[in-house]
């Protein structure tokens, strides 16, 4: 009898696996965009990646900019870090995406100045004194600043 009740539970485990499988892996994508607000209109040269992703160089005008996505990983320690460098051979780096900073929020927009990035989020529903109005109806943005993480590359 226990060998029939351990058959019956191994086959329910393996036709409940890929549900399970699933359900761990439907973490929210994640879109960060980049955008070059550099004073003095410099180009900008950008390179993310995380352990496991490499997003390749990417060379930004003034005010444009470039878009990637990912899912977190299960275990909340996802971590995307870039560097960034413009003229005069200045070179900064910043970690673009940590998990327990950044969970919250599936859409994330970082203006890069040369004094550090400011996270830029549109957050509806979310009550501060930053509310723009919008055709469809009002709109809340958190915008902040951060320092460099590091000083050079």
């Given amino acids: 009898m226990a060998h029939l009740a351990r058959s019956i539970f191994i086959l329910w ?4 696996l890929p549900f399970f499988g699933n ?6 994508e994640i879109s960060v965009a980049i955008q070059n607000l550099l004073e003095d209109q410099d180009d900008l040269t950008v390179h993310c990646k995380s352990r496991d992703d ?8 003034s005010h ?8 977190p990983n299960i275990f909340g320690t996802t971590l995307f870090y870039c560097s960034f460098a413009w003229e005069d051979g ?6 673009i995406y940590e998990y327990d900073r950044d969970k919250t929020y599936t859409d994330i927009t970082w203006q890069i100045f040369k004094e550090g990035p400011c996270r830029f989020i549109e957050n509806n529903g979310h009550d501060d004194n930053t509310t723009r109005k919008k055709a469809d109806g009002y709109a809340f943005f958190d915008n902040i600043c951060f320092q460099w993480s590091h000083d050079s590359c």
């Fill in 13 to 16: 485990l393996l036709t409940m």
């Fill in 23 to 28: 359900v761990l892996s439907r973490s929210s």
């Fill in 54 to 61: 490499d997003i390749r160089v990417q060379y930004l005008k």
């Fill in 64 to 71: 444009e900019h470039f878009l990637f996505h990912f899912r």
């Fill in 90 to 95: 200045v070179c900064r780096r910043f970690d």
